[in-house]
């Protein structure tokens, strides 16, 4: 692979802990916008540099910020379909639904406004406010750019999101990229399952005209979710009579103990040391040991996102995604069982080369509907979208453990379809229209 020419956040890990901040922008000069991706083509890391202070910068544009540019319709068309419609024209396939339609969608989120994403991380809050201030400078002074939205994020020491589980540990190898995968059971994947212009695991290459558009490039879906981190709380204190209790049922929604821990290699206790243990916490499938889901149940969370060796319908390889999640707002105190009003959440974003048969595959087939997994009509007890409330099994001997009516505890509040270019595509899209 081309890593000088991939951007670096399509491949890389994130610095634990990290701060980012997530900016969008209006393109209203088609002049401007160009001369602000020429700029950003030269502070954008590449996935073969080291950043500065282990702070870099990405650079993203929605299918209307191509418009906005003065990109051809003819190369416009050569890109995926999803893409070209947009997150929010995608809401009814997607789940996004009741609460999570559209309509209440934060301003400007899926609009025709959002033109250009740009997120900015670093390890602390001090150096992320210095890697915008030097990127301020590349749209202040262009009248024909607006920054229209601002979303700040972190993520903590402890890694973990605002329901208390450990985030970000499971992640695919991708074949040529020096980056290892989480699970060594697995093997890597084609590069172009995540990088355009590469064979994936089908053998096609996606090309775009022209070539150079696309080329070291590569799809993301970002998401603004947030999170019923009061709902969820009394959920776990009505079912269960215990503060072990309660962690175990967690463990059973989600998978993983809340220390990182699975369930797959500690089924019975939370073990925080292998939870914490990068080199051991995601090394385990479920066909040989658990097929039947009665240590990690079949419709968990992280047997949903990725099901790994299980028997399901279709090639699993072929779903997989690179998933970032970062925190936004402040922690809900703990022992508070009573919403307080305060926006807190996730923001999402998956990579990868195929919109379609990967982020879309896994929200509307695996996440909302539980039929791939012998759940009927069963959601994600943790992460599923959509409207009204849904029920949850837990497969045990020698009677099942059935949980009824439970809401949803996440709320989409806003999304945008994205593609990131590499950087010679940036310097191609910073030129002439012609």
């Not at 039929?371 to 959601?379: E, I, P, S, T």
């Not at 992460?383 to 099994?393: E, L, S």
Request: glycine share 10%; hydrophobic share 40%; aromatic share 8%.
């Amino acid at each position: 692979m081309d890593l000088h020419d991939i951007q670096r956040g399509v491949l890389s890990g994130r610095p634990s802990p990290y701060a980012a901040t997530y900016l969008l922008f209006r393109v209203d000069d088609p002049a401007h916008g160009r001369e602000l991706i020429r700029h950003c083509a030269g502070v954008v890391t590449s996935a073969a540099d080291t950043p500065l202070g282990h702070t870099w910068i990405s650079v993203a544009l929605t299918h209307e910020g191509l418009k906005a540019l003065g990109v051809p319709q003819h190369s416009l068309e050569s890109m995926a379909w999803e893409f070209q419609q947009g997150m929010a024209a995608r809401a009814g396939a997607l789940g996004d639904v009741g609460p999570s339609a559209p309509q209440h969608w934060e301003a400007p989120l899926g609009s025709p406004d959002v033109h250009v994403v740009l997120v900015a991380l670093a390890p602390d809050q001090q150096r992320l406010q210095a890697a915008i201030d030097r990127a301020r400078p590349a749209y202040e002074h262009l009248p024909g750019i607006t920054a229209i939205w601002r979303q700040d994020c972190y993520a903590l020491p402890t890694e973990t999101e605002h329901f208390g589980y450990r985030d970000g540990i499971s992640h695919p190898a991708v074949d040529g990229s020096n980056v290892p995968a989480s699970n060594p059971l697995e093997k890597p994947l084609a590069a172009g399952e995540f990088v355009l212009g590469y064979p994936d695991e089908l053998g096609g290459t996606q090309v775009t005209d022209p070539p150079v558009l696309g080329r070291n490039g590569s799809y993301v879906a970002f998401r603004k979710l947030h999170q019923e981190v009061a709902a969820f709380r009394r959920l776990l204190a009505a079912e269960t009579t215990d503060a072990a209790g309660r962690e175990l049922l967690a463990a059973k929604l989600m998978g993983r103990w809340r220390s990182g821990a699975p369930l797959a290699l500690a089924p019975e206790h939370d073990d925080p040391v292998l939870g914490a243990d990068r080199q051991r916490n995601n090394a385990f499938g479920y066909a040989d040991d658990d097929p039947d889901g009665f240590v990690t149940p079949g419709g968990c969370h992280i047997r949903r996102a990725n099901p790994r060796d299980s028997a399901v319908a279709g090639e699993v390889r072929l779903h997989r995604m690179i998933r970032r999640g970062t925190a936004y707002g402040p922690p809900l105190p703990d022992g508070t069982l009573d919403d307080d009003g305060v926006d807190r959440g996730l923001m999402f974003a998956f990579v990868g080369a195929h919109l379609g048969r990967q982020f879309e595959f896994a929200q509307t087939q695996w996440l909302n509907d539980g039929v791939a997994f012998g759940c009927a009509d069963a959601r994600d007890p943790i992460a599923a979208t959509g409207d009204g409330p849904g029920d949850y099994t837990i497969p045990k001997r020698p009677v099942r453990r059935k949980l009824h009516d439970l809401p949803l505890f996440v709320t989409t509040r806003g999304g945008e379809y994205a593609f990131l270019p590499s950087i010679s595509a940036l310097r191609w899209l910073g030129g002439p229209t012609d």
